[in-house]
T-cell receptor, first 110, second 113 residues
Framework: NAGVTQTPKFRVLKTGQSMTLLCAQD?????MYWYRQDPGMGLRLIHY???????AKGEVPDGYNVSRLKKQNFLLGLESAAPSQTSVYFC?????????FGPGTRLLVL | GQQLNQSPQSMFIQEGEDVSMNCTSS?????WLWYKQDPGEGPVLLIA?????ELTSNGRLTAQFGITRKDSFLNISASIPSDVGIYFC?????????????FGQGTILTVHP
């Protein structure tokens, strides 16, 4: 039981490039979330999903897209990366009130 | 949106000292959760609070759900070096899992041996 895993762990992008962050969970949880963490800002919700095939916007969705084609995977896409998207991205899945977080993806956009 | 103020932003303490941190809001929450984040890791749940006035302990950690439902407190007794990390509060509105979530900005704890 690996819990929540995220790939890649670290990535450097140039402005305008695209990429996809993968989150996978093996706990059969329905709810999954993508957050970004910036210094002094706490965790902010980007998008979330309440089940396979469903997604919804969070607090800061602009510049990101998501897909939940399979229950165990939640993908976060950046179509055209901007320096403002330099951050640490955390995925979480949820059971009841408890969120289980992945180890994070550190993204640097130059 | 809802705002959560977490304080202090950082703490530098000696091993063995007690630690207190809190989160306050102008809005009411139905659930308070406290997480710890080790360097380079994702947050891990420490304590969950579901009822106003609730006081819950987890080892050396004690957390309370404020009676007004607008605040919560986390105390760590007899700190040890492995307590180092960032502590977050999370306030939730509504009992459903997709209820609105708001995180505090975090308290960075440093413990000197």
């Amino acid at each position: 039981n690996a819990g929540v895993t995220q790939t890649p762990k670290f990535r450097v992008l140039k402005t305008g490039q695209s990429m996809t962050l993968l989150c996978a969970q093996d706990m059969n949880h329905e709810y999954m979330y993508w957050y970004r963490q910036d210094p002094g800002m706490g965790l902010r919700l980007i998008h979330y999903s309440v089940g396979e095939g469903t997604t919804a916007k969070g607090e800061v969705p602009d510049g990101y897209n998501v897909s939940r084609l399979k229950k165990q995977n939640f993908l976060l896409g950046l179509e055209s990366a901007a320096p403002s998207q330099t951050s640490v991205y955390f995925c979480a899945s949820e059971s009841g009130e408890t969120q289980y977080f992945g180890p994070g993806t550190r993204l640097l956009v130059l | 949106g809802q705002q959560l103020n977490q304080s202090p932003q950082s703490m530098f303490i000696q091993e063995g000292e007690d630690v207190s941190m809190n989160c306050t809001s102008s809005s009411i929450f139905n659930t308070w959760l406290w997480y710890k984040q080790d360097p380079g890791e994702g947050p891990v749940l420490l304590i969950a609070l579901y009822k106003a006035g609730e006081l819950t302990s987890n080892g050396r950690l004690t957390a309370q759900f404020g009676i007004t439902r607008k605040d919560s407190f986390l105390n760590i007794s007899a700190s040890i070096p492995s307590d180092v990390g960032i502590y977050f509060c999370l306030g939730r509105v509504g009992g459903t899992s997709y209820g609105k979530l708001t995180f505090g900005q975090g308290t960075i704890l440093t413990v000197h041996p």
